[in-house]
């Protein structure tokens, strides 16, 4: 089959390689229908961080089950399935609780850009639809596996409800996401962050009541400025910067919540600073297992279309492609079709 | 009248110093029954922070209300209060919202371990007890006015409650009183962290039901050991230093809460640890009055004695016997009787 493999910084190619097998007997193999470049899928290609010398990449996608593992009981071959980028067995006490990105025997799913896709606990981590989903919802079923669920769980982690007043740092698609996520739980206003028109133009669409243009402190300023001088009840956090991070923080007010996905590498948090911030920080890789059935269901009746932030679609074979057009931010979010 | 003041590290005396007047209509000034010394007092005393040439020390109080500006209603001379030590107007939204430590009109009180001092926005700061208490509940009231309420208020940031575990990290009074708090909000079992055997003995009689001698990566492990290789639901951090913080976190299962108090200078958070630990993490300046008609409350009605953390009692005028004590850890907390 094809799949595409990182062999270090910007060398990223699509290879032939053997089709995955059942190796577990909690395993399921799917034939991707669809995958996409994640933001995180970034930092090895600009050598942020190493994958190792071949990495199979990928850890989004939605497929037909071709083959399960004899303790596989809930999936079935031929279902259409929706995963998490984390596999989990649904079962111990962290999933029990929602942390299923934290499963105590929990697997990173990799190698999605691919034909064939095998994913480990299948029944704690892939979740069918109703049926044979229809070609154009495809691509939002798909960002159920991660970008959106990230984004929802970004939002659910900044406490966003009814009458709240949400700031959103990120204009990426998880960022985007978060705008989407907070005008369904019932924001009263999404403030986005960006100052590029595309991307206010989906925010925007995606239920952003007010844009944001300003960086840093001069974002907060503008926050404070139009929460009459108290920030944000709720603050999404969606890039991962030190200058992100501490953005979010301080425009969030005190007791406030800072919901953070994006928070990266090389990040240093002042205590001091956080101390008197005075806010609920929470985050980490998404749950996003906790949030699919809900996301299924929102998009399976039309009720959501976060596809739209796919701005690219390329076949399996151009991924270099498509991870060169969302480094150079030339593309917001990168589908491929194997 | 008597007050101390700290001239420059290790530098504290007691001195002559005016008697503190009415000067905005919202102050009361009550004659101080009994005050005490913070750890947060031994920052500037250590030289870690600087509070300027010659600071009014003290902001832990209760005392009886000798005059009261004309906009105060609430308060009334005769009254015995017991105070925060941030005074808040109780009226904006940041208060309404439970986060009085942050009263977008907020200030510091200061100069308590005095005879007499000057309560700004008395009626949004101060809580009257039912009426005079016996000298037996003094020190339990005064505990009320910073230690226990910060203690109360890392337990409630750690989303403390039945069938949970909790860690504390730290056994200073703040630790200490963060497991009466644990214990009254219906923890199920309480992991105190401490060396000291008499502070051992404190914690077990406040409701710990284990204690942990370890620290840093063996404390964390001994949390997990005890915890089915988890962690805890709730962790307190009591102490913040570096070693302190990045143990709360670690100790802490994903999904759990971390509640800081103890959160201080020098400490750096990396993004990406805090990253993949997945828990939620609050604190900051306790807001103290939230808490302080329940607290009152209990104390009045004999439910909780948490005055027992006081283990040094000295007169106002040897106030740098006290400092001492406390900053060679020959004493958890010292109480002042003007």
Redesign the interface.
Known sequence: MRATILYGPGDVRVEDRPRPVIEQPTDAIIRVEAACVCGSDLWPYRGVADYGPAAAMGHEYVGVVEAVGDAVQQIKPGDFTVGSFMASDGAC??CA???Q??C?VGLRVRGAQAEYLRVPLADGTLVATPGMPDAVLVPSLLTASDVLGTGWFAAAAAEVGPGKTVAVVGDGAVGLLGVLAAGRLGAERIIAMSRNPARQALATAFGATEIVTERGDDAVARVKELT???GAHSVIEAV?T?EA?EQAIHAC???GHVG?VG??????????D????????????A?VRRFLPELIRLIWERAINPGLVFDLTLPLEQAPAAYKAMDQRQAVKALLLP
């Open positions: 006490e962290i609780s929602g942390y990105s934290r105590a009459g001088g108290l991962g030190q991070v007010r005190p007791g953070f928070l990266g590498h090389e990040v240093k948090l002042n205590g001091l956080l101390f008197y911030a005075g806010v609920h920080l929470h985050g980490g890789p749950p």
